[in-house]
């Protein structure tokens, strides 16, 4: 099926562990980011790219790790989970065509850290 | 900090009624978009006003863009229950990484 897609949806993990959130996108957009979403704080950027291998950070950076090895995945991963990322995570693709810019969002990935 | 601010920060209504939400921002824009969020899911685009454009129409969705103000409101007409949702305003500041920077939203209840 066409579009961006994130797994797992939710994901429960321990204080001090490694995860990693996936997003896949089928239209082969060169943009992609990551943002986190928590209330009162809206939607904050955590990591983008360009294209496959360029990557840059966003709002909020520390304590994620971004890879880009192909258009298609962005996989984003938590060295060591803290409590306070404890969020949900939307990955988003975006198409530009001219002036005309429009972001397609996954359904997002809800991850709790106990 | 976020770029863009909504206003109100909730909004209840009657189905039928109109519902205008507000959007603040703090720097220059390439274009000014706004977004949907139905419980659970993820962002929808709505609607994008370009930097040179003041006012744009998509069925019951109506957008206006005053630059000098940096503001922008979203009004949607003829208000069904199903329009509610929480409603994100996104700025372009036109650079090469199309980065999109959002506010905090504005949650929509729509009373049948």
């Known amino acids: 099926d066409a579009g961006i897609t994130q797994s797992p949806r939710y994901k429960i993990t321990e204080t001090g562990r490694q995860v990693t959130l996936m997003c896949h996108q089928t239209w082969s957009h060169s943009y992609m980011f990551w943002y986190r979403q928590d209330l009162g704080h809206g939607l904050r950027l955590i990591y983008y790219s360009a294209a496959a291998d360029i990557t840059d950070k966003g709002e909020v950076p520390d304590g994620y790790v971004v890879s880009r090895s192909k258009t298609e995945n962005f996989p984003l991963t938590l060295e060591s989970a803290t409590r306070s990322q404890t969020s949900v995570y939307f990955c988003?693709?975006?198409?530009?065509?001219?002036?005309?810019?429009?972001?397609?969002f996954g359904q997002g990935t809800r991850l709790t850290v106990v | 900090s976020q770029q863009g601010e909504e206003d109100p920060q909730a909004l209840s209504i009657q189905e039928g009624e109109n519902a205008t939400m507000n959007c603040s921002y703090k720097t220059s824009i390439n274009n000014l978009q706004w977004y949907r969020q139905n419980s659970g899911r993820g962002l929808v685009h709505l609607i994008l006003i370009r930097s040179n454009e003041r006012e744009k129409h998509s069925g019951r969705l109506r957008v206006t863009l005053d630059t000098s103000k940096k503001s922008s409101s979203l009004l949607i007409t003829a208000s069904r229950a199903a329009d509610t949702a929480s409603y994100f305003c996104?700025?372009?500041?036109?650079?090469?990484?199309?980065?999109?920077?959002f506010g905090q939203g504005t949650i929509l209840t729509v009373h049948p």
């Open positions: 988003a693709s975006i198409t530009r065509q001219g002036q005309h810019t429009e972001a397609f």
């Open positions: 996104a700025t372009d500041g036109g650079t090469s990484y199309g980065k999109l920077t």
